[in-house]
C-alpha cells in the first residue's frame, strides 16, 4: 500500500516540532531514555518524532513530551492554521 502524500505544511510542522523538541532535550542535558522515561512516551515514538517518521504525534503525546522538559505545548506549535473546509477526504 502507497504512502499518501503529506501536507507541505503539516510536514514543515511536524519537522519544527521534531527539531524544537530535540533542541530543548538536548539543552537540558536529557538523554532520549530520560526524556522517554519522564514523559512516559514510548522510546521508539520519542526517536520516530525527533527523526522526522512521525511528523503530527498526537495532542497528548506532544503535551506529555513538553511537559517533561517542564514547558507548556501552546508556545510549541503553530496554532494559527487554515481552518477544515468540512470536506471529506477519501482513502
Same mark, same amino acid.
Given at each position: 500500500?502507497?504512502?499518501s502524500k503529506i501536507d507541505p505544511k503539516i510536514r514543515e510542522r511536524g519537522l519544527s516540532f521534531?527539531?524544537?523538541l530535540k533542541q530543548e532535550?538536548?539543552?537540558?542535558?536529557?538523554?532520549?531514555s530520560e526524556l522517554s522515561a519522564r514523559s512516559n512516551v514510548p522510546l521508539d515514538t520519542l526517536r520516530s518524532i525527533e527523526n522526522g517518521r512521525i511528523l503530527s504525534p498526537g495532542v497528548f503525546i506532544a503535551a506529555d513530551l513538553v511537559?517533561?522538559?517542564d514547558?507548556? !505545548? /501552546?508556545?510549541w506549535?503553530? !496554532? /494559527?492554521?487554515?481552518k477544515a473546509t468540512g470536506k471529506r477526504?477519501?482513502?
Open positions: 500500500m502507497a504512502r521534531a527539531k524544537k532535550r538536548e539543552d537540558r542535558d536529557m538523554t532520549q511537559h517533561a522538559l514547558s507548556k !505545548l /501552546d508556545g506549535v503553530d !496554532l /494559527d492554521t487554515p477526504v477519501r482513502r
